[in-house]
């Protein structure tokens, strides 16, 4: 049975406000989004620089791949050679 995932931090913003180095010592160390809540609600989600540039990639590769599977289904293509190319340049800058 799959573990479940771990739930977010949830911390509201006068803590953020009173000790800031230290949430984001945990944040940067946990790689675990943190929630802000403001008024008991939540106003927004703090993550490492590094879980953003990672989902930020992710992000860029799933539009590039929705985008070809349009374009199959509108009959237009790419070689093989290019995408192939393509991808190892996006690879590249994610791990750079």
Known sequence: ?????????????????????????????????????QEGRAAAILIDFETFRRSESERELLTLLAQGDREIG??????????LAEADRLLAERDS
């Open 1 to 37: 049975m799959p573990m479940p995932a771990k739930l977010p931090d949830v911390i509201p913003i006068s803590d953020l406000e009173q000790d800031a180095a230290s949430i984001l010592q945990r944040i940067r160390e946990s790689g675990s989004p943190t929630i802000i809540t």
């Open 74 to 83: 509108e009959g237009a293509g790419h070689d093989l050679d290019e995408v």
